[in-house]
Each structure stands twice: as C-alpha cells, then as structure tokens.
C-alpha cells in the first residue's frame, strides 16, 4: 500500500526519523518526470506536449506509432526535425519508446519480434530499432527503450537467446555511434523478464558499452524477488531509463497511483540518490480514454513521494502547480 506521501520534504517518516542524509545529497540530482504518449494515444502529438509542458513536466516518453511520430512513415526525418523543434521550445526532454502494439504487424501484437522463427521478421523489427536511433539521435533523447518479446511456441531458450543476441548486435553498433544507449525492459512474460535475464543477455553480448537497462518500477513489484526500492538499488550502473506506474503483486496490470501496493517514497529515494539524470516516464497505455485527466494527476502525487526538488516553472513563469 502507498503510504506517506502528503508529508514535506523535511517532516518525518511513519516510525521516525527524517530524510536519511543520502536522499538529501541526491537532492543536487532532481528527478525528472515525464509522460508516456501511449497513455495519451487520443491526443494529437501537438497537443500531447503542449498538455505535458502546461502541467509542470520536465519531459515525455514518445512511443514510435502510426498517431504520433509514425517510424514508417515516408517523411520521417523531416517530422522528426519538427517534433525536435517543438520539444526544444516547450523544454521537454524525451526518451523514445518502441513498445507500440500493432506498429509493424495489423494482426499481431508486438509482431513480428526479436525472436520470430523467421529471419525477415526478426530483421523488421531490427530495423524498426535502427529507425528508432536514428529518431533518438535527431531528438537529443536520452535513451532508446525496448524489449525482447515473447519465445514462440515451440522455440528452445538457447536458441531464443542466440535471436535476441544476434538481433540486436546492429541495433547497438548503432546506439554506439549515435551516442545513445539502448534500454532493454525486462518484460513480464517475455524471454527478458526480469533483471537476472538482463545480465544474462549482458553476458552473451560481451556487456556492450552502450548495452543499458529500462526499469519498469511496476514489474518489480509484479514478480521480482527483491522490493521495489532495492531493485533501484541493484539496477543502479546500467539505468538509462525508467517508467513507474502502480501495480500489484503478481499481476501485470498498470494502474494509476494508488490503486496498486507500491510504497513509492523509499523508490524514489532511492532512485534519487543513484543519481540517476534520465526521465522517470508515467506508464499508463491503457488509460488513454482518460489520459489527461492521469497526466494531471500523476505529476502531483509523484512530487509529494520524491525527495525534495527545485520547482519547475510552467510556461507562464509561474511555479507549477504541482509543487
């Protein structure tokens, strides 16, 4: 259960005592809070970003989709230029995400992936990768987010393995020369599902410099062994991204904050005091129907659990309302 979130910056704890010294160091490393635009699929792109800077944002986490900045299109590089423009003009950092539904495939989800028996599946989605460097790259994003998809019935793991591998070796000799790294999610269900199967994947890669680590705070709570917090912890040298969300004990369900178990102040402690500069992106893909009225909760809550942060001015000038 979320507990202890309304209290200030400098009030104690539930069971005393105040903000240990490391959280209050970390405060030189505010966090930075973003949106997903897959929680904000009805919105016009546009809009999407205007909404995000009015309401105190410092960023977005942009989904690669046919309704946003669509990977295939045929004028990609120029609406990309333009999507830069507008971020830089709303002072929006972006992380690109590529965990669009049905981007590559109309019939299957997440299809083809990284693993489909078929090498020219597997190289579509290679390629849609290599797109999303590109865009990443161009945008001054921070990182590049993925994720290994599901084995196929009737795949072996080591074989599944060798795909995934072999997959995304140009995808990183990419990554390496746009200066931007890759951010595996590990993904329930999928062959990459928790932390240990990212130093898995590390290991068979030969741990590739530009080879990084997305951490869905939600999933830790869904099925890792240790406690949020401590995965943070644990994750801490290879986060290049992060998305949060609240979630239940072994059910893999987004939900909006306070409506899962997560207590989120010792998470976000303990992300602060990492010193981790990325975003830390809202993951809600399927409250879209209501994805403003989540954008504008999210914001608020998520500032009253971190540790005490600069205020982020809004596009008048003003302190945001969030703080």
């Known amino acids: 259960m979320t507990r202890d979130v309304d209290r200030g910056p400098n009030e104690t704890r539930a069971g005393g005592g105040t903000r240990n010294t490391a959280a209050q160091e970390a405060a030189a490393h505010p966090l930075r809070f973003g949106y997903g635009t897959n929680g ?27 309704m946003h900045l669509d990977p295939l299109a045929d004028d990609l590089a120029a609406r990309t230029r333009r999507v830069a423009r507008r971020l830089d003009a709303l002072g929006l950092g972006v992380t690109v995400e590529t965990g669009a539904r049905y981007v590559l495939d109309p019939r299957r989800k997440h299809g083809p992936s990284l693993l489909d028996p078929d090498p020219e599946d597997r190289a579509r989605r ?6 999303a460097v590109d865009v990443a790259a161009d945008l001054g994003a921070h990182a590049v987010h993925c994720f290994s998809g599901v084995t196929p019935a009737g795949t072996d793991e080591d074989t599944a393995w060798k795909r995934l591998a072999e997959s995304l070796a140009p995808v990183l000799d990419a990554a390496a020369g746009a200066g931007v790294p890759l951010a595996v999610e590990p993904e329930p269900g999928h062959l990459l599902s928790t932390l240990a199967d990212f130093h898995t994947l590390r290991r068979i890669l030969g ?15 869904c099925l890792e062994p ?32 306070g409506d899962g178990e997560i207590d989120f102040p010792p998470v976000l402690d303990a ?43 809004n596009r008048s000038g003003e ?3 969030t703080h």
């Open 226 to 257: 240790l406690p949020p917090a401590d995965c943070v912890r644990a994750a801490a040298p290879w986060l290049r991204h992060v998305q949060i969300e609240d979630m239940r004990r072994g059910v893999h369900e987004h939900l909006p904050f």
């Open 271 to 313: 992300l602060a005091a990492t010193g981790y500069q990325g975003l830390t992106v809202v993951e809600l893909p399927r409250h879209s129907h209501a994805g403003p009225h989540f954008a504008e909760r999210s914001l608020p809550f998520l500032r009253r659990a971190a540790p005490a942060t600069p205020p982020r001015t």
């Open 319 to 321: 302190p945001s309302a």
């Open 207 to 221: 741990d590739p410099e530009p080879l990084g680590l997305t951490l869905d705070i939600g999933h830790c709570q």
């Open 40 to 66: 904000l699929a009805d919105l016009r792109l546009d809009d999407a970003l205007a909404l995000l800077a009015d309401l105190g944002y410092d960023g977005v986490g942009l989904t690669l989709d046919h």
């Open 126 to 131: 290679s390629d849609l990768l290599l797109r």
